[in-house]
């Protein structure tokens, strides 16, 4: 019995000895510099991520009918976001900005008038017509759907700060693969 009590204490002094440490400590760094080379390389992506969602574009899906019949509700486009950073937002251009009334969402409306234009606006539930100037640094939106689009013609014009990217192409449905068309309203101009 003491025979193997003093094996025990000899196997007990072997594994606690100095190579066993320096094993441990080899595997830990080991274990730790994998970890922290993930969690690095998950954050430079996540960055760069971020950076070309938010300065280049990407894909959205649309919901709602404001657009109908150009874009219909669950339809997936391409974004693009450096024309509103170098102000290459144009009149007929379907923007994606953030709702004025709700920052928490954001709109897809197309864009009848830039800053300066006279707008001849008339509200769904007006039998008359009015005028309305785009201020500086504001841009007037409305839905190709005009019975059924809450756009500028509600909560006026939109500013240029709003305007998150701007949408040029259609994925899905493949039906409709390809270049968004222009408006079904003809081509509205300030003044019309």
Known sequence: ?????????????????????SLHRTML???????F?????????????????EYVGG?????????????QNSDIVCAENLSRHFYGIQRGDIVIAKSPSDPKSNICKRVI??????????????FFKSHNYVPT???????????NSTDSRY???VPYGLIRGRIFFKIWPLSDFGFLRDSPNGHRSPGD
């Open 37 to 53: 080379r993930l969690v690095g390389y998950t954050i430079q992506y996540a960055c760069i991520a971020h950076c070309t969602f």
């Open 113 to 126: 008038g830039l800053e300066g234009d006279k707008i001849l606006t008339s509200h769904p539930s007006d």
């Open 59 to 71: 894909v959205v899906m649309c919901s709602g009918p404001s657009m109908e019949p150009t874009i």
């Open 137 to 147: 640094g504001h841009v007037w939106l409305e839905g190709d759907n005009l019975q």
């Open 155 to 157: 909560y006026g014009p």
């Open 1 to 21: 019995m003491r025979g193997n009590t003093q094996n025990l204490v000899d196997f007990y002094e072997v594994v606690q000895g100095p190579w066993w440490q």
């Open 29 to 35: 760094r080991g274990i730790l510099g994998k970890t």
